[in-house]
């Protein structure tokens, strides 16, 4: 065993030769140094596999910091972390950071890695205060950690200290890239920020703090007029405090900010315009918005208000006809359901069976995707567990043509 500990230790000792000796090198043609070529990567992986524990940190203590051999340690340390080595990643950060001869801002990266292994250990309490230490600095460094802390306090639902490190990193920055133009990977922190102002109202409205709640909403919509979230939360808050009106008119906005959201606003709109006795005019607006935005939800709401007033065969004709210009297969369950109430004997029994196929159909597409990568689910989610945007999952059962 030892034979073998030896020789391991004298091949990761050759690897990190290597390496160096390449980092070096690009150094020499000033190209950035701080990747490691993956070829590098690779063989180390390929060691780590084959090493026993005692090789490792046999090397960890051997090999001198200093700055030259600085991004090995670190390499490896990352390497570790990735490989879900977190103990041990965190050991030989640790150990950087007991040598203060290094220069700050090489110190400063080492704090860096520290984080991110504390992040992986689901320590976020040390995360969190090695990055705050790190947003005191300037550059790419601090916009690298606030992305950090975002993270952290998106995860533990700190809401408060989201908005106030998101207000902070306004404006023009994204959440990914490490561009500071607007123009990076990521979506705008401008639209995090408003949702995070979005769960904190939610918060307050649950407390019964409604004018805390109705306070951030209206914050939010002033610094971000298209957030139908902020629209849809207001509309609550509005009808929970028994301003219909006022509900009414914040629901309303969702037509011009995206009518693709207007039928999670349909149900309360409903209560609202019942407890005004103006139900006819809510009929007639979303007839309006079905036609400037076609959307086989809406239609099935408008087709609704239409067997309300009119009877079955009205609201037959009336999704027919929409069905003509939009198919959609919830439309048509719908319409078979319309027919099945007004027929009898065997033609009964036959739509008996095309409405259980039809929904058995409906039933195997998901009812809400997210625009940006495609994550589905059976229900509205603001944040998006697949990319990390917020506000990108839509009913995609509303839409023309589902
Ligand atoms: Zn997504």
Redesign the pocket.
Known sequence: VAVNDLFVFLLLFAAIGIGWFLGRRQAQAKLQTADFPSQYYRGLNYLLDGRSDGAVDAFIEALEVNSETLDTHIALGNLLRKRGEVERAIRVHQNLLARPSLPRHRLHEAHLELARDYISAGLLDRAERLLLDLCGEAGSLRATAQRHLLDIYRSEREWQQAIAVATDMLPRKTLLGNSTEGAGPGQAVSIALSHFRCELAREKLESGEIQAARNLLRETLQQEPGCVRASLMLGEVEHVSGNYRQAIKALRAIRRQDPGYLTEAVGLLRQCHAQLGEEVELARWLLECVQDAPSSLLVLAVAEDVQQAEGIQAASAFLAAQLADNPSLWGVGRLIGLQRGASQGSAREDLDVLQILVDRLSAQSPAYR?D??G?SSRKLHWF?P??K?WG?IKNIRGAALD
């Open positions: 997210c940006h990568c994550y998006c697949g990319c945007y990108t």
